[in-house]
């Protein structure tokens, strides 16, 4: 069985971002994998309990699902970050990061 990996920042497509656009984007192409009897390994932010369980709902209709949920500070990611993303974020010079200045809701039971 073949295995893929399907992130905002390693899409061939050459639109990474981190838009709400972009996680659906993400989303869609693992199904499509998922479905096709790849193993697929998601990056993905849910940003609130409704997007967590619409992507749940997705994949299980097709593959096995495991929610990992990992709990770090803005500042841990921040020094964690070998690309700066969290520090721009943090400075506001990039825009919408989950968590930062989009909203992020920590999941109930992951």
Known sequence: MATCSVGRRRRGSGTAGTTGGHRRADRAGASTRARSGTSVLVEAIAPDEDVGR??????????????????????????????????????????????????YERPGSP
């Open 54 to 103: 619409n992507a749940r709902r997705i994949v299980e209709a097709h593959a096995q699902f495991l929610d990992v949920h990992v709990d770090a500070s803005a500042e841990a990611c921040s020094r964690r970050d070998p690309k700066g993303r969290y520090r721009q974020a943090l400075r506001r010079e990039l825009p919408q990061v989950t968590g930062i200045s989009d909203p």
